[in-house]
């Protein structure tokens, strides 16, 4: 009896304390190096909201449609970084996690700046990354000119890649988001090699995306709306901003 009685402690705490598995392509400072002291906000953020209720954190970099793919079919559990319209079948928290705005990027020393109008990039190059959404009518138009005036990357690093061929003369433009860009130009002390030359697009809110095959990914959805309110009333949201040089949204 005794006996049997540990057994269900055993098998009631192997089901509570999940091992979540996040999945993204790399996109600092919202998410990083899964090796670092600093992996990323959005990865702290995770970390504190779920491991006290005893389940850990298995982080992991990857392109960001497989990263969708692969979290749809329930092999992964959640995806950071999401926008709604990305995935509209998988299962997000009220709060969200950030705010996406994208700019484009170009040498500094070249004078050239976006005015707004979209038909100003038809005879330049811009480097956009695959699977990324920027709203309905960026997708449509980057769509229409791709191999002409978009080129699409996908990779590991997709960001570090159109860097690269931006630094090399293949690209002349980049559109990134605002924070991500400003992070990665600061770790590549290429602040002063590349300028900001005007925002594109809407905002949108971000978010921590689960599974939509995966039976306990409301279980994880009602663990982080119960906790993001006192998180940011605490003032701990601030504290996990900080190291990466942000403000509560």
């Known amino acids: 009896m005794l006996l049997r009685f540990f057994l269900l402690i055993i098998i009631?705490?192997?089901?509570?304390?999940d091992t979540i598995r996040i999945r993204a392509d790399e996109w600092f400072p919202m998410n990083g190096d899964p090796l670092s002291e600093t992996p990323g906000y959005m990865i702290d953020l995770a970390k504190d909201i779920f491991k006290p209720h005893g389940?850990?954190?298995?982080?992991?970099?990857?392109p960001w449609k497989r990263a969708v793919a692969e979290t749809r079919a329930g092999n992964s559990d959640c995806v950071v970084g999401a926008i709604k319209n990305e995935a509209p079948d998988f299962l997000y928290p009220e709060h969200h996690w950030?705010?996406?705005?994208?700019?484009?990027y170009v040498f500094a020393k070249e004078q050239w700046r976006y005015d707004g109008q979209l038909s100003s990039l038809i005879s330049r190059k811009t480097g956009v990354i695959l699977g990324y959404f920027y709203g309905d009518?960026?997708?449509?138009?980057?769509?229409i000119h791709s191999g002409d005036a978009f080129e699409f990357v996908s990779a590991d690093q997709p960001l570090k890649q159109n860097i690269r061929k931006l630094l090399s003369g293949r690209l002349n433009g980049i559109i990134e988001t605002i924070p991500?860009?400003?992070?990665?130009?600061?770790?590549?002390?290429?602040?002063?090699k590349i300028a900001f030359a005007g925002s594109v697009g809407e905002r949108s809110l971000l978010y921590i995306g689960c599974s939509p095959n995966n039976i306990n990914s409301p279980k994880y959805i009602e663990l982080i709306d119960k906790a993001m309110p006192e998180i940011r009333k605490s003032g701990k949201l601030k504290k996990i901003l900080h190291p990466y040089g942000l403000s509560p949204w």
């Not at 991500?180 to 002063?192: G, I, Y």
């Open 98 to 104: 950030g705010v996406d705005q994208a700019a484009i």
């Open 12 to 17: 009631s705490t192997s089901i509570q304390a």
């Open 180 to 192: 991500v860009m400003d992070a990665q130009l600061k770790r590549l002390n290429l602040s002063d």
């Open 137 to 143: 009518v960026l997708d449509q138009y980057f769509k």
């Open 55 to 62: 389940h850990q954190i298995h982080y992991q970099i990857m």
